[in-house]
């Protein structure tokens, strides 16, 4: 397992990254670095508890993106993170994993074999913490979070509930001028109380992935 540490005066360290406000100063890397300076990057985020319907958007979603040649950011964490990264392997596309933790350690720990996948076939694991370190507190998680929400040209957020941090990459996003799209749901739905509330106040509304307006 190739580690590497990237430096914000590197060649390899992500343009749009470089923009933020609150840009990290170094990126502790695992696995393919030439990912980071790709000019197609999105991020695809949503809820630990994944619906059916979360999961069939996934497909659909990632599996265009993919057949597009983009390059998919995601957090690793349970649920939405987790299926998208899956499929993007799957699909035989490239994905990036940030992680709150250090790029070496597989977190969580149920996700060990995804964080294998994801190296082995040409993806990308990083993180602005220290390689064998555990995230320290929350905060460490609104980092990662940060950083899922600016290394691309936007964030799809496939669902979430009211109280969901897909909500936060969002916000972060927006701040940061990037795009922000969400996949409507039905209004009773706990999972679809973020996505909608996102279209209410301005997201972009994402059926497929010519919605998303990156074709």
Not at 9 to 20: G, Q, V
Not at 176 to 185: H, K, N, T
Request: glycine share 12%.
């Amino acid at each position: 397992m190739t580690k590497l540490i990237i430096k914000y005066s590197d060649f390899e360290f992500p343009d749009l990254l470089k923009e933020m406000s609150d840009c990290p100063k170094k990126l502790y890397c695992v696995g393919n670095v030439e990912l980071l300076k790709s000019k197609k990057i999105i991020s695809v985020v949503g809820s630990r508890n994944m619906s059916v319907y979360g999961k069939k958007v996934i497909g659909e979603l990632v599996g265009g993106l993919v057949k597009d040649d983009w390059v998919i950011v995601s957090g690793m964490a349970y649920g939405v993170d987790s299926e998208v990264h899956r499929k993007c392997v799957q699909n035989k596309g490239k994905t990036i994993a940030v992680l709150a933790s250090g790029a070496d350690i597989a977190t969580p720990k149920g996700n060990s074999e995804i964080y294998r996948n994801i190296v082995n076939n040409g993806g990308l694991v990083i993180s602005e913490i220290n390689f064998g370190e555990m995230p320290k507190s929350k905060n460490e998680f609104l980092k990662r979070n940060r950083i899922v929400a600016g290394i691309g040209i936007g964030v799809v957020v496939i669902e979430g509930g009211g109280q969901s941090g897909s909500l936060v990459t969002a916000r972060l996003a927006a701040e940061e001028g990037r795009e922000v799209w969400a996949v409507p749901g039905r209004i009773f739905d706990e999972n679809s109380m973020a996505t909608n509330w996102l279209i209410k106040n301005g997201a972009t509304i994402v059926i497929n992935t010519q919605e998303i307006g990156l074709k």
